[in-house]
């Protein structure tokens, strides 16, 4: 286990660096220079602020002095927020996409186990129905009309209740999140839910499941010990994928709510070109889903034995 | 205690006339029909029959597990204990299934739950049809490991079931269809799916087992090597109906129906010489969407009779406690049972 954890590391970093190096020369590429805005006025301000940001040197150069920086930790300074550094950028805003991402996947994992083992539990029936109904209406609408039609909703409902029930952008309290985190994660809720349905569908009629009606278990200890662990395990490998949809889904959640999150100062960063910011923040996120994704391997590997020895 | 301590002669499980039908998109189809059988303490009984001959559906409809729906017991009775099991499954279905009546399965790799110790699916039997405490229930299974026959029990209980071989896996199901002590174990083809000698081994654990405890086994199989080397009585079942039942010696020395006459030219065991080819049974098993009238091994019986087509065979008894479903044992019949045997054999 432990050497399987430190070989999963091992690929992870590589896989950090493979993605910190292709945003380097692609960022490289694109078109449009950082420096062309109201800041560059004259060849002489220019020539300074090249210096400062390194610019002036060649590409390899500037590529093994982001490196080294990058290993240190050290992501550089905005090049549109005077004086303030990628690091605390993303010091500051990651816990509040970090708060809203947490939530949204336990709402959705949480969602898609009970609404899944429901409808399977219902197969076929009514409330079958209505709630796969509503999974493909879940999985084929885009996550930025959803955020926009959860928004307007909200609205109708304080304007109908005649008070602030939640708020509808900003972000501080429980009640801000609320909202935000259910739409971040109702696409994948839906996808869980139908993933839950075929692995629960499929267990119900598997030999164990036969094994354990013949010891003479009562059935709700045949759904919970039996059932319900071995169905959650297809839901547990797609985690890392959903982590990743969610991360995302919270760039457009982020903005139309209004939330100071990472997400924000990534999509502002790319509109603004702001060098700095788009390499820090894109390598913050791929590690960061490198991450998770080992983090869920592991955690499979607690519920199935199994894949623990391997 | 029971009813079989009571009057020791009176079978501890007694199955009458028992239909299972199953609603598919084809229509019915009639599963089993009208099937009796019954079985002594410390005695086995086997049932033989072609794949789809309803075999399982027979057993597992006793225990309560087919599926409800499309599955039906639309008659009959199975009585254990003086109770009708079959009527009483859901209210009672707790006391019998994996109390006193325990039951193994043929594929042993996919009947252990995979995420749980193999120990604390034991255990699981105890504490919910005994009332034991967890860790009470828990070395009581590492004994019924070793019961089992698996060596360093205690250790292995605390393993999954991919830690085990399928032997291993299988001894595992034996103990927690045993753990409780059951009157009655219903084994359903325990050992085709593991190589030769490993059958021997489980074999020879249930016979064990059996003298230990002084319980019935129900054996479902193909072997007929297996029902010479198990069975203290044979049921031969066709198409949903039992077609002949007697003492092993009865149905393999004198068999009485031409099915299991056929049965035996068409199987390899022990008792057929090297010489003397397989013959295979021409035809197959009739529709169970639509039933015969009359015989069910009407069109593939070498015997038949302008009678066997449109009514159905009495039940003669052509020995004591040897029954064959066959015209050819009424008194009108032009053909003896010798003179049956000559032809067969010949
Ligand atoms: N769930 C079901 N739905 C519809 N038909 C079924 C169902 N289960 C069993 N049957 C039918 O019942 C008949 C008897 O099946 P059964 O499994 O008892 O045969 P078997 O004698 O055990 O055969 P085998 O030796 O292959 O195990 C078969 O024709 C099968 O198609
Ligand atoms: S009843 Fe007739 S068809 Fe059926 S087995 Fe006997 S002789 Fe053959
Ligand atoms: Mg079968």
């Known amino acids: 286990m432990l050497a399987y954890t430190f070989k999963r590391l091992i690929q992870g970093v590589i896989t950090v660096w493979f993605i910190a190096t292709a945003t380097f020369f692609a960022m490289h590429a694109v078109p449009g220079d950082p420096l062309a805005n109201e800041r560059a006025t004259t060849e002489a301000i220019r020539k300074n602020l090249e210096a400062r940001y390194g610019l002036d040197r060649p590409v390899t150069e500037q590529y093994v002095l982001f490196l080294g920086n990058m290993m240190r930790g050290d992501f550089g300074i905005s090049f549109t927020q005077e004086n303030r550094r990628v690091n605390d950028i993303i010091r500051e805003s990651f816990p509040v996409s970090a708060t809203l991402g947490i939530l949204a996947v336990a709402f959705a994992a949480f969602g898609g186990v009970v609404w899944g083992a429901l409808t399977a539990i219902y197969r076929n029936r009514l409330p079958d129905l209505v709630i796969t109904f509503l999974v493909i209406l879940g999985i084929s609408v885009p996550g930025f009309v959803v955020a926009a039609l959860g928004q307007l909703a909200l609205v109708d409902i304080n304007a109908w209740l005649g008070f602030s029930l939640l708020p509808i952008a900003g972000w501080g309290s429980i009640r801000h999140m609320i909202v935000p985190s259910m739409v971040l994660g109702l696409g994948t809720m839906a996808y869980l839910t139908r993933l839950m349905r075929s692995s629960m569908l499929e267990i119900t009629n598997s030999d164990f499941i036969r094994t354990a009606r013949a010891k003479g278990l009562p059935p709700t200890r045949i759904f919970l010990k039996h059932q319900l662990r071995n169905a959650i395990l297809p839901v547990i490998t797609v985690l890392g994928p959903s982590i990743a949809a969610i991360t995302t889904g919270g760039f457009v959640v982020e903005l139309v709510f209004a939330i100071p999150g990472l997400g924000r100062s990534f999509v502002q960063s790319v509109q603004q070109l702001d060098y700095t910011v788009i390499m820090g923040t894109t390598v913050f996120y791929g590690a960061f889903l490198v991450f998770m994704v080992i983090v869920v391997d592991l955690l499979y590997g607690l519920i199935d034995p199994r894949v623990r020895l391997e | ?346």
Request: include cysteine.
């Open chain 2, 1 to 346: 205690m029971t009813a079989s301590a009571a009057n020791p002669v009176a079978p501890v499980l007694d199955v009458k006339d028992l239909h299972v039908e199953f609603d598919t998109y084809g229509g019915i189809v009639k599963a089993v029909r009208g099937v009796s059988f019954d079985v002594h303490a410390g005695k086995t009984l086997a049932i033989v029959g072609e794949s789809g001959c309803g075999k399982s559906v027979t057993v597992q409809s006793i225990m309560g597990l087919i599926p409800m729906p499309p599955g039906r017991i639309t008659r009959g009775t199975a009585m254990l204990d003086g109770v009708d099991i079959v009527q009483q499954k859901i209210v009672n279905g707790r006391d019998i299934r994996g109390n006193r009546v325990g039951m193994i399965f043929q594929d042993p790799m996919s009947a252990l739950n995979p995420t749980m110790r193999v120990g604390d699916q034991i255990a699981e039997t105890l504490q919910v049809h005994r009332g034991y405490s967890k860790r009470q229930a828990f070395d009581r299974a590492v004994e019924v490991l070793t019961l089992a026959n698996i060596p360093e029990a205690d250790k292995r209980a605390r393993q999954y079931p991919f830690a085990f071989s399928g032997g291993m896996l299988q001894r595992a199901m034996i103990a927690i269809a045993i753990a409780c002590e059951p009157a009655v174990l219903i084994a359903d083809e325990p050992t085709t799916a593991l190589d030769v000698t490993i059958q021997a081994q489980i074999l020879d654990l249930l016979k064990d087992l059996q003298r230990r405890n002084g319980m019935a086994i129900v054996l479902i199989t193909h072997d007929l090597g297996v029902v010479a080397r198990m069975a203290d009585d044979v049921s031969v079942m066709y198409a949903g109906e039992i077609v002949e039942t007697g003492s092993v010696d009865d149905v393999f020395y004198r068999a009485a129906h031409p099915y299991t006459l056929g049965l035996k030219a068409a199987m390899p065991s022990s008792t057929t010489p090297k010489d003397q080819g397989l013959r295979p049974i021409e035809g197959t098993p009739p529709d169970l969407f639509a039933p015969p009238d009359g015989c069910g091994y009407f069109a593939r019986c070498p015997h038949a009779m302008r009678v066997c087509g449109p009514s159905h065979p009495p039940n003669v008894e052509v020995d004591p406690r040897h029954n064959a479903l066959c015209w050819l044992h009424h008194p009108d019949a032009p053909r003896t049972v010798s003179e049956l045997h000559r032809r067969v054999q010949a």
